[in-house]
Structures are given as structure tokens and as C-alpha cells.
């Protein structure tokens, strides 16, 4: 399982020696990247090494407890110690999202059951600011329409690590753990409007997505096939002796910039090159807003009660969520912002999954 391990390590050493180099950090954006790279294989060569020393650890006792009992003892604590590194690693190793650091927009729109679907929308938004508040994130509004009721019928909130622009830690923002809440949220009640004392089924719908972060491109000139040709003026007569004009055709895509505008060649190139650089900006994000477009729809294809991925029973204070089999009995408590054991038992059952793929 650890075979790859060892190239990781390779690759951290390389990584210390490249960030120990002043000359790297003159070029911010690629000093961030490596950073982060070394930031994410830390742990994983720092729990190797104890996985590593705690084996040693191990043969030195089972020598020595030949002839020394207490030696002799130490071998099945080392042992339970290098299981419990085993499954740290493990977990470790299991592949990122690789938006996990990212934050996110989380919007929560009423959907089957009317006012009484707008007001459980309030309570999930209420919930969701107290789990936030709970963690120490931070969270704004950013846009809602409110019901007549006092609930909300569709509310948007940016929810950010306290730095912003992800997280501190690789792993460890926003969305890696409130990715898990998008679908249909389904609650059964006495809604405040029902005055038989009857039981109501609604649900909400919850979309997450990770915050865009601003679309870069990078050319590769390899990419790039530049012609010349002479520029010419109305008529098609020629305006120029030298082939000053310039079309760079970008392979991969098949975009193509062109400008004959300038008086030298060089001049042309540089202005083709910003026009190049700005339609592949514009198609990268538009196709980050499809993508975009692509995970809401498959969080919430309906806001429909039959697609539901948890229930909030008010009569039984039990929430269930269908995924995972997970059930308790302290819905209170959840609405309140307690929702770490909710969320833990889904990324428990994505790394599960994740391993057992692996």
C-alpha cells in the first residue's frame, strides 16, 4: 500500500529544496503552488516516518524482550501504535477533491410545501450560520427573497474560512466538508399553520458549489503557431512592404488572434497575444460556469420530496440521513448548529469508499 509513499517522500525533499532557493519566491504565483504541494505532503511523509520508526521500534523490542520481559511488553503497544499510524496513513493517501481548500456559495430555496417550505428554509439557514459560527467561519448574505411568513423562499450565503480564499491547511475548507450537504433536505412537522395538529411533509433544496476563483490561463508556445503576412489597407492594396502582420493560431483550441494595427511585427505579436490570452480566458470560464451549472443540477434536480437525501422528523427530534444510514435522536441540538457528527459520518463514508476504490 505505502509503494508510492516513497516517491511522495522524494518529492517533499525536492519541494524543501526548491522553497530553501530565494530566487523561487521571486515568482509569487509558482512559490504559492509549491507551498501548497508541500503543505499537502507534510503530513502524509511525517506520518510515514513515524509508521517507519515505529516498525524499527518494533524489532528492537522483540531482540531485547528475549531476555528482558519488559521489553518483551512494549511489542504489542508498539504494535497497536503502528495499526492506528497504518489507518492514519491510509486515510492519508485517500485521492483529494482537489476544491477541498476552497470556499464556497451555499443557496437554500423552498420547494413542495409552501410557507411551510420557506420557513424550513429558514431554519436551515439558521442552521447552517450557527454550524458556521461554531467553526469559526464566516459567513454573508448575499442575496434572499424572504416569504410572508418570515421564512425564505430562495437565500444565497458566501461562507468563508476566517482568511478567506479557502483554507489555512490543505484539506480543510469549507467545502471539504459542506460539499456534502447539497440535495433535497426533507422535514416532517406540525407546520404553525396547521390547526388539526396534522403532521406536513416539505422539503428544501440545498445547492453548494466552491467559489470561483479568478479563471488563469498559461500558454505554452509550444501550443502556439504564429504566421506572418503584410498587412493591407482598403481595396486590399498593400499598405506595407514587410510582413509585419501577425495571426497566432492556438492548436489545442483553435482560437486565433490576429492584428495588423501596429507598425512592427513585434508590436502585432504582442497585441494578437493579449487577444488570444482573453478569448481563452473567456472560454475557460465559461466553461467553469457550465460545470458550475453541471453540479447544481445534480444536487437538486427537483426540489421534489421523494428526492431527498435527509430527514428532519420534529415529532421524533431524529434526523436521518438516507446516504449513509446515519440516525440520531438530537434534532434540537443539529438545528442549534451541531452538525459535526452528521457531516463526519458522510466524509467517513466517502473516504470509505474512496479507499476501497483505491
Known amino acids: ?14 519541494l524543501e529544496t526548491k522553497l530553501a532557493d530565494p530566487s523561487v519566491h521571486s515568482d509569487q504565483a509558482n512559490a504559492r503552488k509549491l507551498n501548497k504541494r508541500y503543505a499537502e505532503l507534510t503530513p502524509i511523509v511525517a506520518t510515514y516516518r513515524s509508521w517507519k520508526q515505529t516498525g524499527d521500534d518494533i524489532e528492537t523490542a522483540r531482540e531485547l524482550g528475549a531476555d528482558d520481559p519488559e521489553f518483551a511488553a512494549e511489542v504489542k503497544e508498539l504494535e497497536k501504535a503502528r495499526d492506528g499510524l497504518t489507518e492514519k496513513l491510509r486515510l ?66 458566501a461562507v468563508k474560512t476566517k482568511g478567506g480564499n479557502g483554507a489555512t491547511e490543505p484539506g480543510q475548507g469549507v467545502w471539504a466538508r459542506m460539499k456534502y450537504e447539497g440535495g433535497v433536505h426533507r422535514v416532517q412537522r406540525v407546520p404553525a399553520t396547521e390547526s388539526q395538529g396534522r403532521i406536513h411533509t416539505s422539503a428544501a433544496g440545498v445547492l453548494v458549489t466552491p467559489e470561483a476563483e479568478e479563471v488563469d490561463v498559461e500558454i505554452n508556445p ?9 498587412s493591407s489597407g482598403p481595396g486590399g ?61 445534480s444536487q437538486v434536480r427537483t426540489v421534489d420530496r421523494s428526492e431527498k ?11 436521518s440521513d438516507h446516504r449513509v444510514g446515519f440516525k440520531s435522536y438530537n434534532l434540537d441540538q443539529v438545528l442549534d448548529g451541531d452538525l459535526d457528527a452528521v457531516i463526519q459520518a458522510c466524509v467517513d463514508a466517502d473516504s470509505a469508499a474512496k479507499l476501497a476504490a483505491a
Open 222 to 230: 509550444n501550443d502556439l503557431r504564429i504566421d506572418v503576412y503584410r
Open 92 to 157: 492519508l493517501l485517500v485521492p483529494r477533491d482537489p476544491s477541498d481548500d476552497k470556499d464556497v456559495i451555499l443557496e437554500i430555496k423552498a420547494g413542495a410545501g409552501g410557507d411551510e417550505s420557506a420557513l424550513f428554509a429558514g431554519d436551515l439557514l439558521r442552521m447552517y450560520l450557527r454550524y458556521a459560527e461554531r467553526v469559526g467561519w464566516k459567513t454573508e448574505i448575499i442575496d434572499a427573497t424572504e416569504s410572508e411568513l418570515g421564512g425564505y423562499k430562495d437565500v444565497q450565503v
Open 237 to 297: 492594396q498593400s499598405v506595407n512592404t514587410t510582413d509585419s502582420a501577425v495571426r497566432i493560431t492556438h492548436i489545442p483550441t483553435g482560437v486565433v488572434a490576429s492584428c495588423q494595427n501596429e507598425k512592427s511585427q513585434l508590436q502585432n505579436k504582442e497585441q494578437a497575444l493579449r487577444i488570444l490570452r482573453s478569448r481563452l480566458l473567456a472560454a475557460a470560464q465559461e466553461e467553469a460556469e457550465r460545470n458550475a451549472a453541471d453540479a447544481r443540477r
Open 1 to 14: 500500500m505505502f509503494e508510492a509513499v516513497e516517491e511522495l517522500v522524494g518529492e517533499h525533499a525536492d
Open 309 to 319: 437525501i435527509r430527514t428532519y422528523n420534529f415529532p421524533e427530534n431524529r434526523i
